[in-house]
């Protein structure tokens, strides 16, 4: 007799093609940022170096994605940091914010060009102004993976980012990167930290442009 397919392969029946409207508390990173005034604290031979930067940030939304039955609306971002009067990249990263309505659960894919990658997850309500997702290096879900290189002589060990969406329309970030440095005996903690503003609203994705036309 033929088997009933497990329901890991059932798709949701309610699946919205505008992921605008179901962002939960990521509605309010949806568009292209600046930020002007942020501060990187990392560390050098000397010891620590505290950097001033300017940032551009752009978060575009997605179609709605599926693993069966688990449904993410999300963000596809790009940041890109310079310091004050230079050309040359600071710091460049992408990835997708995910928000997850039936766990309540705000996941951040991170992709670094110096061969580093992470996976960070917390849990809010929708309608939350305020979140935080965290990694932890060795964790099989939820966790942080990096080159031989920097395996061996700047370890991450622990990520922490809190989001903030502030009463006038701006945005910011508090991260905590927690790394152990071949020849100290301490950790070090890793900080950066901004606010952004709007510059032009984001570009409604695609499923949902074809459902306006």
């Known amino acids: 007799m033929p088997t009933t397919p497990p329901p890991i392969y059932t798709k ?13 508390p990521l509605r309010a990173l949806a568009g292209v940022w600046q930020g002007t ?17 300017l940032e551009r940030y752009e978060a575009q ?24 009067g230079k050309v040359g990249t600071f710091h460049d990263q992408v990835g997708y914010w995910l928000w997850e309505p039936a766990t309540g659960t705000v996941t951040l894919t ?8 992470m996976l960070a997850a917390g849990q809010c309500e929708a309608k939350a102004t305020t979140f935080t997702v965290t990694a932890d290096l060795g964790a099989a879900d939820y966790g942080i993976c990096s080159n031989p290189f920097l395996a061996a002589n700047f370890t991450t060990t622990a990520f922490a980012m809190t989001v903030t969406a502030n009463p006038d329309g701006t945005w910011g970030y508090q991260e905590d990167t927690t790394m152990t440095i071949a020849g100290r005996s301490e950790p070090f903690q890793h900080t950066d930290h901004n606010t952004l503003s709007l510059v032009s609203p984001p ?3 695609p499923l949902a442009q074809s459902t306006q036309a």
């Open 12 to 24: 949701p029946a309610d699946i919205s093609p505008d992921t605008l409207a179901n962002l939960g």
């Open 37 to 53: 005034i942020g501060a990187d604290d990392h560390p050098n031979a000397s010891g620590s170096k505290d950097q001033v930067f």
């Open 61 to 84: 939304p997605i179609d709605p994605q599926t693993n069966g039955p688990q449904l993410f609306y999300g963000l596809r971002y790009h940041t890109h940091i310079t310091k004050p």
């Open 110 to 117: 991170i992709a670094i060009p110096r061969g580093q990658v």
């Open 203 to 205: 570009t409604p994705n």
